[in-house]
């Protein structure tokens, strides 16, 4: 019997993605904020007015909705979207006796450091991560064993249109110009949307509760995301050794980008590899971006 899946954020890069690979497996409600794809989705601006409805007789609540890292966006509103919305929408499993709740966090939550774990240091430095972390505290700690919580705390997501710095990176790949990546051996976990779709069915399906970070199967680099692009695109690496002097200032003076592109982001995931394979590589994910 197909399960009852309320998704909230239906026109989220994800939840899209989720609801196309898996619309003929569960039968889902759908609520959000701007018209995606959906012929049976329910668009409503303020989302803490969804109908009391369509909370009766849901399996599982899917909770996609989220502010990202942006620009001149208040603290305020990182609150209301990535805290008081998924807390609501908490209550509201409680009340309507609703099995599964999954929210979707992020590895923000962690300490920025070149290897991250499940037993990492949860010291986030974004308001994004902040109130990411604050979500998953509470809904893990105030089921009462009422109802079961999965975080999915997930590293960057990429895919054909994907936003975010790996869509930034491939973007540079493409322009025709030498970039300084030649001995750059950095070590970057990501996901392939195609992996995450196929990991939150896993979630539904296998009943996977408590803190969940997933991962592609392999990590890669900056070096290597720009030679692949441009093997695709059947042109010369072009790369360069950045010379020291010039990194250090890069790191000094903007290390945000030094960060993105020189430093490494390891990821480990703790999901048993019996259960969840990841088949999709980032040759994968680059292709898509390059035929889209």
């Known amino acids: ?24 497996s569960f039968n889902f409600k759908i609520v959000s904020r701007k018209k995606s794809f959906c012929s049976n989705e329910f668009i409503i601006e303020d989302l803490f007015e969804i109908p009391d409805k369509f909370f009766h007789g849901i399996d599982v609540i899917m909770n996609f909705c989220a502010i990202v890292h942006r620009k001149y966006v208040l603290d305020e509103l990182y609150k209301k979207i990535n805290y008081d919305l998924p807390v609501f929408l908490f209550k509201k499993s409680l009340k309507y006796n609703i099995k599964h709740f999954i929210q979707m966090s992020s590895i923000s939550v962690y300490k920025r450091n070149n290897n991250i774990n499940i037993n990492s240091s949860e010291l986030p430095d974004t308001s994004y991560g902040y109130y990411k972390l604050k979500t998953d505290n509470y809904i893990l700690n105030t089921s009462n064993n009422k109802i079961n919580t999965t975080c999915i705390r997930s590293p960057l997501v990429y895919g054909a249109i994907a936003p975010g710095n790996l869509k930034s990176l491939i973007n540079l790949a493409k ?20 992996n995450l779709t196929y990991f939150l069915n896993i ?79 980032i040759n994968d994910g680059v292709m898509d971006y390059l035929k889209k």
């Open 203 to 281: 979630v539904i399906n296998e009943k996977l509760y408590g803190i969940m970070i997933p991962t592609d199967k392999n990590t890669t680099s900056t070096k290597e995301i720009v030679k692949l692009v441009r093997a695709n695109l059947n042109r010369q690496e072009c790369l360069f050794i950045l010379p020291k002097l010039l990194k250090v200032l890069l790191k000094t003076f903007l290390p945000n980008i030094f960060n993105k592109l020189f430093q490494s982001l390891f990821v480990e995931s703790n999901v048993d590899e019996k259960l969840y394979k990841p088949k999709f590589t």
């Open 175 to 194: 322009l025709n110009l030498p970039l300084p990546f030649k001995d750059i051996d950095n070590k970057l976990s990501f996901i392939n949307i195609k």
């Open 1 to 24: 019997m197909k399960k009852n899946i309320l998704i909230i954020g239906g026109d989220s890069f994800i939840a899209t993605n989720f609801i196309k690979s898996f619309q003929k």
